[in-house]
């Protein structure tokens, strides 16, 4: 970080370091600004807009996790439009995403008086429960597009790019390259997609099984014999004859 500069923060003034973000400098001043797809250990990509702050002097209401700090900025972190912007992204990732599984959107749904259904029309994602591997299962159902499993997986963390954007617009979802099935991808089941995953759609297989009603036992049979079945797999790719 650089030199100390002078910004205010809701009438505050404070100093912060140069090439730090928003978001940044606010949590040393003691002020919240809540944030959804940015995590503290991956790369920042301003795509959920739940952290917009109003800088004076900006036409457009800014990404706090994204947006640097300049010398004499003065940004307003809860105006009127600030509100009403994070109240409507939130209805919005309601109405067309299952949010049953990701706590900390729903207390911002309180926080912010949002409507989870003020959009009635709208089409919500129903891909099926994608049960590829013996480790971790994939419910794009209840997938905000937030970045953090492809982040992790990449450059972020593991280096693997199993992962990636597949699709366009209403039908874009993470998945492998070509869809293949996870175990067939570079994927080597480290789990940190799974344990970035805001929203409960990545989910460690043994954990949904037991929501399911399935005993340790059957648990144990269960995700033995696919593991058993993808050596079997492994064993005839490398011996086709
Ligand atoms: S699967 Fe989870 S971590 Fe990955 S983009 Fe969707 S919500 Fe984010
Ligand atoms: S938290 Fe800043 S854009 Fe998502």
Same mark, same amino acid.
């Given at each position: 970080?650089?030199?100390?500069?002078?910004?205010?923060?809701?009438?505050?003034? =404070? &100093?912060?370091?140069? $090439?730090?973000? #928003?978001?940044?400098?606010?949590?040393?001043?003691?002020?919240?600004?809540? !944030? %959804?797809?940015?995590?503290?250990?991956?790369?920042?990509?301003?795509?959920?807009?739940?952290?917009?702050?109003?800088?004076?002097?900006?036409?457009?209401?800014?990404?706090?996790?994204? =947006? &640097?700090?300049?010398? $004499?900025?003065? #940004?307003?972190?809860?105006?009127?439009?600030?509100?009403?912007?994070?109240? !409507? %992204?939130?209805?919005?990732?309601?109405?067309?995403?299952?949010?049953?599984?990701?706590?900390?959107?729903?207390?911002?749904?309180?926080?912010?008086?949002?409507?989870?259904?003020?959009?009635?029309?709208?089409?919500?994602?129903?891909?099926?429960?994608?049960?590829?591997?013996?480790?971790?299962?994939?419910?794009?159902?209840?997938?905000?597009?937030?970045?953090?499993?492809?982040?992790?997986?990449?450059?972020?963390?593991?280096?693997?790019?199993?992962?990636?954007?597949?699709?366009?617009?209403?039908?874009?979802?993470?998945?492998?390259?070509?869809?293949?099935?996870?175990?067939?991808?570079?994927?080597?089941?480290?789990?940190?997609?799974?344990?970035?995953?805001?929203?409960?759609?990545?989910?460690?297989?043994?954990?949904?099984?037991?929501?399911?009603?399935?005993?340790?036992?059957?648990?144990?049979?269960?995700?033995?014999?696919?593991?058993?079945?993808?050596?079997?797999?492994?064993?005839?790719?490398?011996?086709?004859?």
């Amino acid at each position: 970080m650089g030199e100390p500069i002078s910004i205010t923060i809701d009438q505050q003034t =404070v &100093q912060a370091a140069a $090439g730090s973000t #928003i978001l940044e400098a606010a949590r040393q001043a003691g002020i919240h600004i809540p !944030t %959804i797809c940015y995590h503290d250990y991956c790369t920042a990509n301003g795509l959920c807009r739940i952290c917009v702050v109003d800088v004076e002097g900006s036409r457009t209401l800014q990404p706090a996790c994204v =947006v &640097q700090v300049q010398d $004499g900025m003065v #940004i307003h972190t809860r105006t009127e439009r600030v509100i009403r912007s994070r109240r !409507t %992204i939130l209805e919005m990732l309601a109405s067309s995403v299952n949010l049953s599984e990701a706590p900390e959107i729903q207390d911002l749904f309180n926080q912010y008086h949002s409507d989870a259904s003020r959009f009635p029309d709208a089409e919500p994602r129903h891909p099926a429960v994608i049960d590829d591997n013996p480790m971790y299962i994939r419910d794009y159902a209840k997938c905000i597009l937030c970045w953090r499993c492809v982040q992790v997986c990449a450059e972020d963390a593991q280096f693997t790019f199993a992962i990636n954007f597949s699709g366009r617009g209403y039908e874009t979802q993470i998945s492998t390259f070509y869809e293949i099935p996870m175990p067939e991808s570079t994927c080597v089941f480290c789990g940190q997609c799974v344990g970035v995953c805001p929203t409960g759609a990545l989910k460690p297989k043994r954990q949904w099984l037991l929501e399911m009603g399935y005993t340790p036992d059957e648990i144990m049979s269960l995700t033995r014999s696919q593991r058993q079945r993808r050596k079997r797999r492994e064993e005839i790719s490398q011996n086709p004859a």
